[in-house]
């Protein structure tokens, strides 16, 4: 069965584990690339149809299931993820590329997220309201939405998946769960502790494969109530267009360009430290990365000299080796999106000050790199990289640096490093991001608030994570009941 040296790995079809055939996934490790990690089943459009019909078979009786029932189970799984965090981070990283630091984080991450939502099913509810008639009671109820497709990146293969299949599975949905064809791994792993923590057959349903075919059908298959996406502008659109046909609810979370904006008054080494956080913490490869940093022109040259300096004592390596502080990228496709726009940067006029070369001779390594003097207008500063490259852009005065950290299509996240309040609500008063910090990184999210871009970075329907996840995954019945 196996082409190669990797192990296989199935799907998950209606309970049952379904192994690969001749036609694999062959994932490797993006550090060292002949190093086949797994091989994982190319499902079919007929898989993709089975597991969407055994959600929608499973759906009347999980829904029936009492939440706190479901709620166990989540939490079951979620020590699961406890008890096997050293492992599944280790997967992780040797699929994705972070860090083993980063990847235990993330782990960590997917863990809290199961026991935030396993509790999440003591607490939802719908709403009492005060009647105009007499012997009225008027009130709601909150039901799932039914089927629900989830499709994920690479990026963050076990955190993304657990903030959506976490609130669906509480709130009463079935799931069709289809992750990156770079890291299906992490998500089997995830997948593994849902099953072995009680979950009944066909509540959730696995697939690996080629994205276009198993995605277009869970996007655009009519027994799906539901699809939430979180991946690049590009497939996000054909989702939305796919799933619109049926009129089915749609969440899509996007990509970023995202500023740090430094003002005149700023702490210099806090300034450096989110930059080295932001840009080049999980080798550029967030879709909160600070991709963009905008510093008032009176501490440019301080700010960006310190900056360098840190950057310079960055080391990249293979993430599963101590003392590494920059994974590779992913493939061999980011590695040539980072290096051409190294070139482009550099043929549009902006200065280079570290980095600018890439090693795909082992695994897709990238420097550290950051261009001085770029221009608002730059292709570098108006298009997502998804790498570790960072580009200054001066600014005159606070005005200046709002309207350039606005001036492109995305609107994920944005940061301002001040000690000036005035200029701190200023700037989240006016920034055009969904999630905006002060004196914090572009990255890094709180699980209990909501999250969700502006402009290009999302479909701007419903935000994920938290409370606000309920909002997708339910649907609101109104209920007039007269007991006169
Ligand atoms: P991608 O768009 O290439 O793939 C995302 C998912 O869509 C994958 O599972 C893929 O197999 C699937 N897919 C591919 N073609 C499809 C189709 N026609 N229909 C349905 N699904 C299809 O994105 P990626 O390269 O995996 O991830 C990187 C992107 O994700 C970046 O743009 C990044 O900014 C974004 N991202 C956004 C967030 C956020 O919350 N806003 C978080 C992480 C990553």
């Not at 199935?10 to 192994?19: E, T």
């Not at 994920?152 to 709130?171: G, V």
């Not at 339910?474 to 209920?479: D, E, H, S, V």
């Amino acid at each position: 069965m196996a082409k190669t040296n990797g192990k296989p790995y199935p799907n998950l079809i209606g309970g049952d584990w379904k192994a690969p055939s001749d036609n694999v996934l062959e994932n490797h490790n993006p550090a060292d690339y002949n190093e086949v990690v797994g091989l994982f089943p190319m499902a079919t459009l007929d898989d993709t149809k089975s597991a969407i019909d055994s959600a929608r078979a499973a759906q009347p009786a999980w829904s029936k299931t009492p939440a706190p029932a479901r709620g166990a189970i989540l939490d079951k799984a979620s020590q699961i993820l406890t008890s096997r965090l050293d492992e599944i981070a280790t997967a992780l990283t040797r699929e994705e590329g972070k860090t083993l630091a980063e990847a235990k984080g993330e782990v960590t991450r997917a863990r809290d997220i199961f026991k935030y939502y396993a509790g999440e099913g003591w607490r939802y509810s719908g709403q009492v309201i005060p009647s105009s008639v007499n012997d009225e009671l008027l009130y709601t109820r909150r039901e799932p939405l039914g089927v629900v497709s989830i499709i994920t990146p690479w990026n963050f293969p076990i955190a993304i998946p657990a903030w959506k299949i976490a609130p669906a599975l509480i709130y009463g949905n079935t799931v069709v769960f289809k992750p990156a064809e770079d890291a299906p791994h992490t998500a089997l792993l995830l997948v593994e502790a849902l099953v072995e923590a009680g979950l009944p057959a066909g509540v959730i349903n696995f697939l690996t494969g080629d994205g276009a075919l198993i995605g277009t059908e869970m996007a655009s298959n009519p027994s799906v109530n539901g699809i939430t996406f979180t991946g690049s502008h590009n497939t996000g659109t054909k989702v939305y267009q796919n799933a619109i046909k049926n009129m089915a609810r749609v969440q899509l979370e996007m990509g970023g360009k995202n500023a740090l904006v430094i003002l005149k008054d700023a702490d210099i080494d806090l300034a450096v430290k989110l930059a080295i956080t932001g840009g080049f913490g999980l080798t550029g490869q967030a879709c909160t990365a600070t991709s963009r940093i905008i510093v008032e022109e009176e501490i440019a040259d301080a700010f960006v000299s310190a900056l360098t300096t840190a950057a310079k004592n960055l080391k990249v390596g293979n993430g599963l080796e101590n003392g590494i502080n920059m994974g590779p990228l992913v493939n061999q496709d980011q590695l040539q999106t980072s290096q051409s726009y190294m070139a482009i940067a550099q043929k549009e006029g902006a200065k280079l000050l570290l980095g600018g070369e890439v090693d795909g001779a082992k695994g897709y390594f990238a420097q550290a790199t950051i261009f001085d003097h770029v221009q608002p207008n730059m292709r570098i500063a108006q298009e997502e990289i998804f790498g570790p490259v960072i580009s200054i852009i001066r600014a005159n005065g606070i005005n200046d640096a709002i309207e350039k950290a606005n001036a492109i299509s995305f609107g994920l996240s944005a940061s301002v490093v001040t000690n000036n309040l005035k200029g701190a609500f200023a700037f989240a008063n006016q920034v055009d991001a969904g999630v905006v910090k002060i004196n914090e990184p572009t990255t890094g999210l709180a699980l209990n608030a909501p999250f969700g871009g502006f402009k290009g970075s999302s479909a701007n329907t419903f935000k994920e994570q938290g409370g606000a996840a309920l909002d997708f995954y339910t649907r609101t019945k109104t209920i007039y009941v007269n007991h006169g």
